[in-house]
């Protein structure tokens, strides 16, 4: 797995939460958009078929970077979305939107 | 018989936005204040969540601008009882006097007698080959992972660009315990330094800059006036960038980039509200017109308020919402406490001279735009290369900007040109040998901002 992009350096004492990426289970804090959770432990934040791997650009909800998905095929913008335990993410197409 | 209440609309809960409720929430209004973010504050005063363990005060969050903070959060506790406040909605569309919003998965409509937009700024920038590699943000975001979030978008980043926020935003990455790993800017030093002497003339601003400069200078940081980023390098994340001064380069390792060249206007709103545009030289911008007040130009219902309507900074924003607001109840004959716009246009005024300094301290380069080599990625959303901008420059008539993105595709992706639409008109124009403003400007569309299918067809009518 790459190096973590994103460096906590301050509020670091928060209740931890668990959330899902890609079918792992992984801890994060209450308070961090997907965008941190996942950026915090990886260095891409998508990373899709035929794309640029993806890390988002702007943080503010403009750029449109950081598009991704829960696992039930909705799309969400990850630095506008907070991680809220037992989330299920997906950092590629979801299978089920493959399929159909 | 008692006249209903005039249905006013906010949009944008910024410094701009704010004080324009707050003073029609005091003449006994009840505004609809619209905003996208959880929290007030703007991308200026972003708060953290509100979440136990974010811990840092007013004075760690916002610095020398902690006061403003605070009395705008102040104000806000003060008036959001009075007033409509709906966070985590963003108006995607104008039609006529009703505002088309998305919330939580749908659509909503709300009417309006006037309109207030407020609307705020993001970054500009300038596309250097490799900047959409995982790594690289804007310098307002790298601000954002901060202040809202405790992040630093690496370990050891380099800031590239021009414009206060450079300054600012490393000064705060050092003062927080992450050290830049440069600061480059292609501005002369030269320029730097006869803004300085503009700049006495606002003391407060000049010590201000000063004092940025000299602590990341104490701390070694290295400040490389005159220099231009020629790409940034990595295979999958960011391991370093090359930067070039009269045909010299220099490779500087760093894990991640902070880019930014200035502010720009968010304007899409005011486009769709058929407000008339003129081209700012100054800004280099197509921004919305309005009287000095904010009564935009073309429309009686709607006024411009805060950076929206052409960027002037936070403390001139908070004067022109309260500006706005007084227009606005003075047009409708809604009778309002005794103010005199005189402080406020003064600061507007001082605003806009600060702005000139502040152009001649982070003057670009006359060959900034042309210098931009073919394979740069110009387009991140769809992808699209200086050079197929520059191959499309004058075919078919693609002498205007929209001309030139349904040949390129060029501003047609996700975030609709507001990444890629400044460099685009610049290459265009310098391409073609004529001023930025004749290639026209990229046309605001609905949704402004992607909406779900679903969203858009759950609207109630």
Known sequence: ?100 | MARPPARILIVGAGPAGLRAAEMLAEAGCTPILVDEAPRVGGQIYRQPPRVPGFMRTASELYGAAADRARDLFVAFDRIRHRIDYRPGRLVYDLIDNRAIVASAGKSEEIEFDALILATGAMDRIVPAPGWTLPGVYTLGGAQIALKHQGCAIGSRVAFVGTGPLLLLAAYQYAKAGSPPAAIVLPTHFRSFATAGLRLLGLPREFLLGLFWLLDLKRRGVPILFGHRLAQVIGEESVTGIVVKRRGQSREIACDAVAVGYGLQSETQLADLAGIKFAFDVVRRQWLPEADPLGRATGRKDVYLAGDGAGMLGADAAEARGRLAAHALMTDLDISHVTYRPKLDLEAVARAVKLQAAMRIAFELPGDFFAAISDETILCRCEQVLASEVRGVAGLMGARELNRAKSYSRVGMGRCQGRLCGHAAAEILADKLGVSVDSVGRLRGQPPIKPVSVATVAERKT
């Open chain 1, 1 to 100: 797995m790459s190096e973590p992009r994103l460096q906590r350096i301050k509020d670091q004492d928060r209740r931890l939460i668990e959330i899902i990426v890609d079918g792992w289970a992984m801890s994060t804090m209450e308070g961090d958009t997907i965008l941190v959770a996942i950026l915090a432990q990886r260095g891409h934040l998508r990373d899709a078929p035929g794309e640029p791997l993806s890390a988002g650009f702007c943080l503010m909800g403009a750029c449109q970077d950081c598009w991704i998905w829960l696992d039930d095929g909705r799309r969400i913008r990850a630095c506008t979305t907070y991680a809220e335990p037992g989330m299920r993410i997906r950092t590629t197409w979801p299978d089920r939107l493959l399929a159909s």
